[in-house]
């Protein structure tokens, strides 16, 4: 989408898809959760899926593009959310990185299911180099140890673990370990695991497993508490 916003100020209620948003011409501004951002051009912003914020021009006039998509992992058929608000993936793109954005709208906005790959590549390649100039800045051992952390949540979210299990995996106390974790994902660590749960279920509601089985195979106590699980993210 490249446009100049009708609305001055806009609330989205839940958003269906994930989405980048190029910003062009303009300032906007994003609440989210009572905390106000303010964006100016040159500014890849991340707008993730189920997400409710305001938006709001600041400027006469806005312009952007606007990509929206999903991401699954491929061994778990997870959705993957980088974030649960709206983030900032880097300010002032390079001219290479914005090339890549722009090129890859414009193969959105022709509908040919042709370029379906080119426009898988392209994501990820902008993906890619977001995270290569998070790592040129510096990533210190204490973020290496919460991404380890957020890892090992994703591939035993299954499973029972305690906070003192992760503590020790990571090396953190147990408040640096919530305050830090929470602020990579947006979530408490009990939440992302029951996150990554939910995602699992919505792939296995799609074959014959009965409800109960369901239920066992992802780690739930009874029905009941996942039916509950399930009601609160979906």
Known sequence: INLVPRLKKLVKNG?????????????????????????????????????????????PTVRYVRVDFRLYCVTTGQEILFAESVTPLTRHLSAEIGEKFLC????????????????????????????NLTVHRGTSAQSSRILNCIHFVEENCTKPFTLEQLCAFTRLSPTHLRRTFKAATGMS??????????????????TDLPFGEISDTLGFDNENYFSKVFRQYT
Do not use: M, W
């Open 15 to 59: 958003r269906l898809l994930n989405g980048f948003l190029y910003l062009l011409d303009g300032r906007v501004q994003y609440t989210f959760n009572g905390r106000v951002q303010v964006f100016s051009p040159g500014t890849l912003l991340y707008l993730p899926s189920g997400s409710v914020h305001i938006y709001e021009a600041l400027t």
């Open 189 to 206: 660590v009990i939440k992302y695991k029951n996150h990554c749960r939910v995602q699992l279920a919505l792939k296995l509601l799609r």
């Open 104 to 131: 890859l709208a414009r193969l959105s906005l022709n509908g040919n299911n042709r370029e379906t790959l080119k426009k898988q590549s392209l994501l990820l390649d902008i993906l890619n180099d977001c995270a």
